[in-house]
């Protein structure tokens, strides 16, 4: 289906209907019901990667809590027959203020990974933005895409050749801009993932973008051979060796027996280790990204309004208000907390986007009434991959994008333009 006029309607006519049979919905509506399910549905490593933040998951609850804080006040005797979720991003006209927030490793949640998302974000019409750490290249989730809008989430690695790489691949996919993670140049204190000892990309989860990018490939197979003594194998040991060469075999187009006798699997998973961030950047650096590349250019992470007025002197065409869905820093700012402040700041100059607490369509009304231009959805589309794959995530999105339009109309509004502070207690 499309998103069009009155889509919350049809949706919610579309469920009641095949509950007259008996029929309740595979995918949970309710955010509460539709995480306790995917929690079931998923392996204890890949829920804590996935639902897991910082530290004592303080950020976490304080961006969903946030959103309890800012009521929404409707107005009556308001025509609201005809209602749009349509907004513009970047000069294309988008269906709804949505787009799908770059998460990695969705091979976790699911097998099919990228591929299933790509399809839901395209029968929707509703913008991806593709994570350097997907589990599949960008070019085979352009591919399934089509002609649906894209972005790129780039990781400022430590080597500026894999940086380029990245960006030219991203532009010849069709990358409508390039959005630079900000808060990731270290790996947060996730206290889920270390309980469990486990760091995906160490297996070779999650590093498809490296393992079929040419100048890293080159990097690693120019790193010197490990000196450090062989610890004695364990059956973990050998399930993350597998792991490591049926990835590497699967990306770089060699065949899994080659890949099991080579040292090139583990070698780049070591590259990747060393080079996946860094900690030296500063605005200034941007200058450089943008001698790389035409396309527009976002940064994410971005909570204090002084970084807002940086990002904006330094050149950026937009920016992301998040946290890093409270995954990097524990006890840190809500992040629609932070999101007026640095819209202040913007004043309009370019656009605002936002994440970091979306659980619901109500919640992106909220985002929207606060000041952002659109708003990134995380989590609940993976609970919805995990659930039901490429049907699963169609199902939230359809379902946040139902609840928007209906909250709009109940509201007294009628376009997404009409979601204006004055609309909040």
Known sequence: MSIGPGVGRTIQSRIYRAGVFGHRPGVPVEPSELEAAARRAMSKQAWAYVAGGAGQQRT???NTAAFARHRIVPRMFVDVTTRSLETTLLGRTIPAPLLLAPIGVLEMAHPDAEYAVARAARSLGIPMVISTQGSVPME?????????????QLYWSSDETVVRSFVERAEAIGSDAIVVTLDTHLLGWRTRDLDLGYLPFARAEGIAQYLSDPAFRELAATRPASTEATPRPTVAAVRALLSMARHHARWTGGSFRE????????????????????SDLTWADLARLREMTSLPILVKGVQHPDDARLAIEHGVDGLVVSNHGGRQIDNAIASLDALPGVVAEVAGR???????????????????ALGADAVLLGRPWVYGLALAGEAGVRSVLENVVAELDLTMGLAGVGSVKGLTRDLLA
Do not use: K
């Open 259 to 278: 890949s099991l006798r080579s040292p090139l699997p583990r070698a780049s998973v070591e590259t990747f280790l060393d080079v996946f961030s860094r």
């Open 60 to 62: 976490v609850a304080a």
């Open 140 to 152: 085979d989730t352009a591919r399934t895409l089509g002609e649906s809008p894209r972005l790129y």
């Open 350 to 368: 370019v656009p605002v986007l936002f994440d970091s607490g979306v659980r619901s369509g109500a919640d992106v009304a909220v985002a929207v």
